[in-house]
T-cell receptor, first 113, second 111 residues
Framework: EAQVTQNPRYLITVTGKKLTVTCSQN?????MSWYRQDPGLGLRQIYY???????DKGDVPEGYKVSRKEKRNFPLILESPSPNQTSLYFC????????????FGPGTRLTVL | SQQGEEDPQALSIQEGENATMNCSYK?????LQWYRQNSGRGLVHLIL?????REKHSGRLRVTLDTSKKSSSLLITASRAADTASYFC???????????FGSGTKLNVKP
């Protein structure tokens, strides 16, 4: 089954404790991206990747890191999480062509205390 | 910001009625996409319309795009209770990489 998986689905942590949210896709997509969703703000793009070792900033990259060492994986790293990073996070993948339909993962609900 | 804005923020209709949602954006785009999100779940792609297209259909969905007004509309005909969800427009610039989502329209279809 074609899918995007994220882990963990739920995470409660404390300020400053480094964490990684993993994302994996099995559709051989070139393009992967991370979004955060906050009430009233819709989805905002954090980082995206056009291919292995190619990443770029979205609209709200501050406080986040990403890496793309393999085509199928695109982890999101919070080196020192803060309460304003409490949010619902989505990973997505797409072909990266002009028909770049996004396939979304199920989401990771992160709470930073 | 290029972020799209949906209108209305919330819409409540009876099953069988049509639902229309609007999206406005600010800068030039390559394409505009509509997505559906059931409560707390990942978004699902519905339909894409390119900047050189004016109207597109997919099943009960009809999307229009007016680039001169920088706006799009999504029409769901003969709505069903299962259509209850939030609907988002996403604009994509010419490099295909950056996506700008609006804050969504929450649709409630009453049985």
């Amino acid at each position: 089954e074609a899918q995007v998986t994220q882990n963990p689905r739920y995470l409660i942590t404390v300020t400053g404790k480094k964490l990684t949210v993993t994302c994996s896709q099995n559709m051989n997509h070139e393009y992967m991206s991370w979004y955060r969703q906050d009430p009233g703000l819709g989805l905002r793009q954090i980082y995206y990747s056009m291919n292995v070792e190619v990443t770029d900033k979205g609209d709200v990259p501050e406080g986040y890191k990403v890496s793309r060492k393999e085509k199928r994986n695109f982890p999101l790293i919070l080196e020192s999480p803060s309460p304003n990073q409490t949010s619902l996070y989505f990973c997505a993948s797409g072909t990266g062509t002009d028909y770049n339909e996004q396939f979304f993962g199920p989401g990771t609900r992160l709470t930073v205390l | 910001s290029q972020q799209g804005e949906e209108d209305p923020q919330a819409l409540s209709i009876q099953e069988g009625e049509n639902a229309t949602m609007n999206c406005s954006y600010k800068t030039s785009i390559n394409n505009l996409q509509w997505y559906r999100q059931n409560s707390g779940r990942g978004l699902v792609h519905l339909i894409l319309i390119r900047s050189n297209e004016r109207e597109k259909h997919s099943g009960r969905l009809r999307v229009t795009l007016d680039t001169s007004k920088k706006s799009s509309s999504l029409l769901i005909t003969a709505s069903r209770a299962a259509d209850t969800a939030s609907y988002f427009c996403a604009t994509v610039k010419y490099n295909f990489n950056k996506f700008y989502f609006g804050s969504g329209t929450k649709l409630n279809v009453k049985p």
